[in-house]
């Protein structure tokens, strides 16, 4: 499976938008990006994928590089409920449908 | 609509015995996946099922086994259990195999091993 790279932790402060980066060199050309969090105590939640263009939807905006070796997951307005580890997976291939994790970016939001 | 459900929340158990835990996914959803996720760590897939079928298996010894009913409801087993089993056991629910199809994750089975 090809592996991502993301930042242990970040912070951000309330109400401003958060940019959580991920590097993912070895991408093949049919795999998606996913975006999944995981909230203290809790299952992890679906956030956003994409493919090559960017996408939006009411929880956030993913923004892939042109050579799709990176990604940037955005929320718009950090809220302290979005304090979570964010996941970035990289779907694998034909057959099952597995999303491989790695340790995620620790998200704390400041009041 | 109700979301994954997972039974039981929270289990305790000795070396050398055997648990069963089970799943029930959102309905309409036919695939089934079991995660591992030890303290720290990011989930570890396990298993997945669709239409009663084993699709995919992750890199756990054979004591892992798992199944799914009928009603797209499923179940993990864990024989001769070893204190490392000790983690969070998440189940996914998803409408099909379509990778590109956003799973859903119930709140877990936390499952401690003495």
């Known amino acids: 499976d090809a592996k991502t790279t993301q930042p242990n932790s970040m912070e951000s402060n309330e109400e401003e938008p958060v940019h959580l980066p991920c590097n993912h060199s070895?991408?093949?050309?049919?795999?998606?990006i996913h975006w999944y969090r995981q909230l203290p105590s809790q299952g992890p939640e679906y956030v956003i994928h994409g493919l090559t263009s960017n996408v939006n939807n009411r929880m956030a905006s993913l923004a892939i590089a042109e050579d799709r070796k990176s990604s940037t997951l955005i929320l718009h307005r950090a809220t302290l409920r979005d304090a979570a580890v964010y996941y970035c997976i990289l779907s694998s291939g034909a057959g099952s449908y597995q999303l491989t994790f790695g340790k995620g970016t620790k998200l704390s939001v400041i009041p | 609509d109700a979301g994954v459900t997972q039974s039981p929340t929270h289990l305790i158990k000795t070396r050398g015995q055997h648990v069963t835990l089970r799943c029930s996914p959102i309905s309409g959803h036919k695939s089934v996946s079991w995660y591992q996720q030890v303290l720290g760590q990011g989930p570890q897939f396990i298993f997945q099922y669709y239409e009663k079928e084993e699709r995919g298996r992750g890199n756990f010894p054979d004591r892992f086994s798992a199944r799914q009913f009928p009603n797209y409801s499923s179940e993990l087993n864990v024989n001769a259990l070893l204190l490392g089993d000790s983690a969070l056991y998440l189940c996914?629910?998803?409408?099909?195999?379509?990778?590109?199809?956003?799973?859903?994750f119930g709140p877990g089975t936390r499952l401690t091993v003495t």
């Open positions: 996914a629910s998803s409408r099909d195999r379509d990778r590109v199809r956003e799973q859903y």
């Open positions: 070895t991408i093949s050309g049919t795999d998606y």
